[in-house]
């Protein structure tokens, strides 16, 4: 099945702590229906001292969100927006941005 957010897409998310903020998506999980969020979603995680980390202790680390409380920003808008695919002439598959009348294709974060 295709997915509506993609590793590197900016997205809003709609539900949660976090509700409102931006941010990059590191990471899809498809079998899980999650993803990794940039910067959000943050949770301590305990760690025992290593090479790594000598000294050991509490890191903030990210947690997954589920992809359904997660919108690809538009382009045009700067706002989450819902998705649907569309086929070109040349036969390529694009996701579209739908929101607020404006329609742009949805790109990565950084092009």
């Known amino acids: 099945m295709a997915r509506h957010i993609k ?3 900016m997205v809003e998310i709609i539900a949660g702590d976090n509700k409102g903020s931006t941010g990059e998506v590191m990471r899809v999980i498809p ?4 993803v990794l969020v940039k910067g959000l979603n943050l949770a301590y ?3 025992r001292p290593s090479r790594q980390n000598p000294q050991g202790g ?3 680390v990210e947690r997954p969100i589920d ?3 997660v ?3 538009s382009p045009k808008s700067s706002r989450g ?3 649907r695919f569309e086929v ?3 036969g390529v598959k694009n996701r579209v941005a739908i929101g607020g009348g404006q329609i742009g294709v949805v790109t990565k974060a950084g092009r």
């Open 31 to 34: 079998g899980r229906n999650q």
């Open 58 to 60: 509490r890191i903030r």
């Open 88 to 90: 070109d002439d040349k």
């Open 7 to 9: 590793k590197g897409d």
């Open 81 to 83: 927006s819902r998705v």
């Open 67 to 69: 992809i359904s409380n």
């Open 45 to 47: 995680k305990h760690v």
């Open 71 to 73: 919108l690809p920003v």
